[in-house]
């Protein structure tokens, strides 16, 4: 597996040149990191760029595998014509703002396994008990125009998830567009299901995981039910930019306190 200073390096070339370029590329890969799937034409409006000038460096991010080509999914009625295409990262391109130790992680729960089929969770459940109790306070001294469930995303982004909620019919939806640890996840899904009950616990209804990243979705999404006897949640997402040069962690509904 490249690590990701490995994997930046593909992304900004070798010659000092090219930093322009490179760091323009990042811009767009981190705009896909946070919005999920794009079009050229929406990235270009999002970045202050020509659809020309953006096609030249999704070029090259599919190229080197950052990228893929899909077919934009259409919701509701169907106009003419063929869909746009829209990128979207691949596993290669999320390494690239992936910082854990994936391979030392991944390692030392294998070994944590053999000591009984219970000691990952186990692992996981002692782990987020001190996240969960920080995401408590927060929720407790967040602001009353907001719901917990933003309460929650805040709390998220804070620590590098790029956590954003979006309305739904029955209650809203959970967004998380970067996952650090999904590698891990992917190989011991016990830290999403931890994940998963820490949220509903947090916010005092049963949560459904919808997708995650680990399982190779673009976002991570729970479905949070409308508690007994509220109304209808505000009907604008509540989103967290991150920077387009930096991670320290789509309004597109498509993981993770560990």
Known sequence: MKSSRQAAHGIAGSSAGGETDASTRQRVASSILEHGPSTTVTLAERLGL???AIRRHLDVLLSLGHLEAREQR????????????VFALT??????????????AVQALEFMSEAGPDAVTRFAEARIAEVEARYRD???QADDDITPAQALADALSADGYVASTLPSALGEQLCQHHCPVAHVAEKFPQLCDVETE?????????VQRLATIAHGDGVCTTHIPRAPGTTDVPRTA???SISTTSI????????SLI
């Not at 820490?198 to 049963?206: D, E, K, P, T, Y």
């Not at 320290?248 to 993981?255: G, V």
């Open 50 to 52: 020509t659809p020309a």
């Open 74 to 85: 259409i919701y509701g009625a169907r106009g003419r014509g063929r869909p746009a295409k």
């Open 91 to 104: 596993p290669a391109g999320r390494a690239v703002f992936y910082a854990a130790y994936d391979a030392l």
């Open 138 to 140: 927060n929720l407790a």
């Open 198 to 206: 820490a949220f509903s616990r947090l916010l005092g209804v049963h």
């Open 238 to 240: 509540s989103t967290t």
């Open 248 to 255: 320290s962690p789509s309004s597109n509904p498509e993981e």
